[in-house]
């Protein structure tokens, strides 16, 4: 039953008599990796380990395929024998796919996840999934994306405010109001980067298209880019952006570790380890709902905590330079 990648070795002996080996193996195979998430964090998470599959498994040729091949830049990728696809070739030999796969009866199917999901880093589901050692790894973004300006005119910073549960939110009502003001006051542009917009105000709305180009070249011309346990703030970390994760409901441990993780663990936190997260609630909390205490992982943050963060984050940069 087990649909993750083993290293089998069957032996087969006649009379107490070893007769014959075989061992699964993907040396030299051709290989279809399918992703099973939509989710632009899980995708770019998860691509960055494609290169490390292919050369550790000594694959002849990698094919994959993703809901947002349009992300990276499939010449590199070619150059390097793995092949981004949107047509599943039945005669490829082997079809791996890599998702989350649970029920709230098994929170962790063993058969489908070598280590509990909700306990390792997002990128650590993939390897697990194809028996690869962890090494955290950026994708190959396609050029559209990474082009980097050369005459910044204005110190600016991007912002991303929504994500697809309450519980990934800043959930503090001035937070984010705060901290535009802050960087309003000390010279900085504040852009948002959200398809959802925003009633923040002195914040420039950046035009939304769902191939992120326009995001992706505003966080170019960042300084920096603040978000939530979403998959802009992994976008921002492919683009070498510096960032800035504010959560509560993830530790620092789910994302990426070059991040800013501003976290407040005096309070009840780190529920996506815990609990099984349940997606067709938005208002899930596991602990606190419907209480003066739900979401207090984050609410309990204040502008004031992320600006420190972020400063002692660059002091301790210049402490090392």
């Known amino acids: 039953n087990r649909k993750r990648h083993t290293e089998w070795e069957v032996k087969v002996y006649c009379d107490n008599v070893l007769v014959e080996t075989y061992r699964w193996e993907l040396n030299n195979k051709e290989v279809l990796v399918v992703f099973d998430s939509s989710s632009l964090g899980d995708t770019i998470a998860w691509m960055g380990q494609m290169e ?3 050369k550790q498994h000594n694959i002849k040729k990698l094919y994959v395929k993703t809901f947002k091949n349009w992300l990276f830049d499939k010449q590199r990728y070619k150059e390097q024998g793995i092949e981004i696809t949107d047509i599943v070739d039945e005669r490829i030999e082997v079809v791996y796919n890599i998702g989350v796969y649970y029920t709230k009866e098994e929170p962790w199917n063993r058969d489908q996840h070598k280590y509990d999901w909700s306990k390792v880093p997002i990128s650590k589901i993939a390897t697990d999934r194809l028996g690869i050692e962890y090494r955290e790894n950026k994708p190959l973004l396609a050029t559209q994306y990474t082009t980097v300006p050369t005459n910044k005119k204005k110190k600016s910073i991007v912002i991303a405010t929504q994500s697809t549960a309450q519980a990934k939110y800043w959930n503090n009502p001035t937070g ?10 000390t010279g900085y542009k504040v852009l948002h980067s959200s398809k959802e917009g925003t009633e923040l105000k002195d914040i420039e709305q950046i035009t939304f298209q769902e191939d992120l180009v326009n995001v992706a070249t505003a966080i170019n011309n960042a300084d920096m880019f603040i978000g939530i346990s979403s998959g802009l703030s992994w976008l921002a970390w492919a683009l070498n952006t510096k960032t800035v994760i504010i959560s509560g409901f993830t530790d620092p441990y789910v994302e990426f570790k070059d991040a800013i993780h501003v976290n407040n663990h005096q309070v009840c936190h780190g ?8 997606k067709g609630d938005w208002n899930w909390c596991p602990v606190w709902k419907n209480t ?3 979401f207090e992982c984050t609410k309990t943050i204040t502008a004031v905590d992320v600006i420190k963060s972020i400063e002692e984050n660059e002091k301790h940069i210049n402490n090392r330079k």
Do not use: A
């Open 52 to 54: 490390n599959f292919k």
């Open 176 to 185: 984010w109001q705060d901290l535009i003001d802050h960087y309003n006051n």
């Open 271 to 278: 529920c996506w380890g815990n609990h099984t997260f349940d």
């Open 292 to 294: 003066q205490r739900q």
